[in-house]
């Protein structure tokens, strides 16, 4: 019980409608520094928008999240992927961040900085928008002053 936050034997079934419960969609096994962790992701109790109410997108957070121990988004891509020799190729962090930067300041030069385009998501609410955007937003109006945005937010 002291290892988890409800600070209860999750080992054993929890009654429903209390603060301990969730759903099988808001838990998962994931990989941190190597080690399995288990997580649960759940709406908060507290929320004055949603008073604790999960969508539908929000409440399989957890289930959407890459995990080889439960299967589930292994689709999803663990590295960077680059164009190269006429197809995908996987390459580190710091080589396509490399590539991202000689790319934008060529165009930059080239066209000026109305000459930049960038396409984005902004998907708000439990489905994490802020804190999965606030660093490119950050980056593309803050620090590059990007003016040609496209933001696509999926149904």
Same mark, same amino acid.
């Given at each position: 019980? *002291?290892? $988890?936050?409800?600070? +209860?034997?999750?080992?054993?079934?929890q009654?429903?409608?209390?603060?301990?419960?969730?759903?099988?969609?808001m838990?998962?096994?994931? /990989?941190?520094?190597g080690?399995? +962790?288990? #997580?649960?992701?759940?709406?908060?109790?507290d929320?004055?928008?949603n008073?604790?109410?999960?969508?539908?997108?929000?409440?399989?957070? %957890?289930?959407?999240?890459?995990?080889?121990?439960? $299967?589930?988004?292994?689709?999803?891509l663990?590295?960077?992927m680059?164009? /190269?020799? *006429?197809?995908?190729?996987?390459t580190?962090?710091?080589?396509?961040?490399?590539?991202?930067? /000689? +790319? &934008? %300041?060529?165009?930059?030069?080239?066209?000026?900085?109305? *000459?930049?385009?960038?396409?984005? @998501?902004?998907?708000g609410?439990?489905a *994490? =928008?802020?804190?999965? &955007?606030? =660093? &490119?937003g950050?980056?593309? @109006?803050?620090?590059?002053? +990007?003016?040609?945005?496209r #933001?696509?937010? /999926?149904?």
């Amino acid at each position: 019980p *002291g290892q $988890n936050k409800f600070g +209860v034997n999750l080992a054993k079934q929890q009654p429903a409608e209390t603060a301990n419960w969730y759903g099988p969609s808001m838990y998962n096994i994931v /990989r941190q520094n190597g080690e399995d +962790v288990h #997580i649960v992701i759940k709406p908060d109790k507290d929320c004055v928008v949603n008073s604790g109410l999960g969508s539908v997108r929000g409440a399989r957070m %957890a289930e959407m999240s890459y995990s080889r121990a439960r $299967n589930t988004e292994l689709q999803r891509l663990t590295d960077p992927m680059v164009w /190269r020799y *006429g197809s995908m190729q996987p390459t580190s962090w710091d080589d396509a961040l490399d590539l991202v930067a /000689r +790319v &934008t %300041a060529a165009v930059v030069k080239e066209q000026g900085e109305d *000459g930049l385009f960038v396409s984005m @998501f902004d998907h708000g609410g439990s489905a *994490g =928008g802020y804190e999965n &955007t606030w =660093g &490119t937003g950050k980056l593309y @109006f803050g620090s590059m002053k +990007v003016k040609n945005v496209r #933001i696509h937010n /999926r149904p």
